[in-house]
């Protein structure tokens, strides 16, 4: 097997069975969206970033959208080691999502543009081995991009649930009727096995599924807000900042680059006019 391969394609929707990979991936998407799911976390891959996939995870790959265009690169532990002079201990192990620099993207579609055959020579080498310390450092700023899972059948039930109404208006009496426990054991459960409190989650799975919208449609903003579950549009508009670090508007044009305004919405929401908001 070759210790490192590397292309570009384009891909329209599809969906893998859980696989894993000999060796580790690097993947970044220019247009168009991935979900990824491994026993930790359900991960989200669109824009400016990249996922890495560490050998051996076993994980499903789904892409949606019109058409997904990445590049990608497999490399093994000895190319990691041999050119970084570092271990691949250092590597995650589980995927993580982070922002990957337009440096590194840089570097990682030329070398998709050279021949792999010649992956030891010059400059390809010193290109490889500059992409490798990026990612290095530049894979621990983990973006919060997923959804964290538990194998507790408690925090299932209740995540679950979240899943499965996370557009309704959820009270701490639901989830605690799920869970069969008060609603301070609960609270306490599901920070030690999720990492956040209930409904931190859940307005994590809110931006999480608005995110699938805004690349994979061409909903009306403030009609995607309703959708997943908010009334007020300036609190969607504010906690989707939050998580993605961009408006809704220019995370869909990051995504869908050609998709321009779309028409507003007769649609209020919290009384404000939609289209103020869709178009900021």
């Known amino acids: 097997m070759d210790q490192v391969t590397w292309f570009q394609s384009r891909m329209r929707s599809e969906a893998t069975e859980e696989h894993s990979h000999a060796r580790h991936q690097l993947l970044a998407t220019t247009e168009g969206l991935m979900l990824f799911e491994d026993s930790m976390q359900r991960s989200i891959l669109s824009g400016a970033n990249a996922a890495l996939i560490p050998a051996g995870c076993v ?83 983990r973006l919060p991009f997923s959804l964290p899972q538990s194998s507790h059948p408690v925090v299932q039930a209740v995540l679950s649930l979240l899943d499965q109404r996370y ?57 995607v807000a ?16 939050h998580f993605f670090g961009t408006t809704p508007r220019q995370y869909r044009l990051r995504t869908q680059p050609n998709v321009g305004d779309i028409a507003p919405s007769s649609k209020r929401v919290g009384d404000v006019e939609a289209y103020r908001w869709a178009s900021g």
Do not use: W
């Open 226 to 241: 309703l959708e997943v579950g908010y009334e007020s549009l300036s609190t969607f508009y504010q906690a989707f900042v």
């Open 167 to 223: 557009a309704a208006p959820l009270m701490m009496d639901d989830l605690t009727r799920v869970a069969g426990l008060s609603g301070r054991s609960l609270q306490r459960l599901f920070q030690r096995e999720v990492g956040m409190a209930p409904f931190a989650y859940l307005r994590l799975r809110r931006v999480f599924q608005a995110s699938i919208l805004l690349t994979t449609t061409e909903t009306p903003i403030v009609d």
């Open 59 to 141: 994980h499903k790959a789904q892409t949606l959208g019109q058409e997904t265009a990445f590049s990608t690169l497999y490399f093994s532990d000895a190319s990691f080691e041999t050119s970084t002079g570092s271990s691949v201990d250092c590597l995650p192990t589980h995927i993580v999502v982070f922002s990957i620099s337009s440096l590194a993207r840089s570097l990682l579609q030329e070398l998709c543009k050279r021949d792999e055959q010649k992956a030891l020579e010059e400059p390809n080498a010193t290109m490889l081995r500059l992409l490798y310390l990026l990612v290095m450092e530049e894979h621990k700023e």
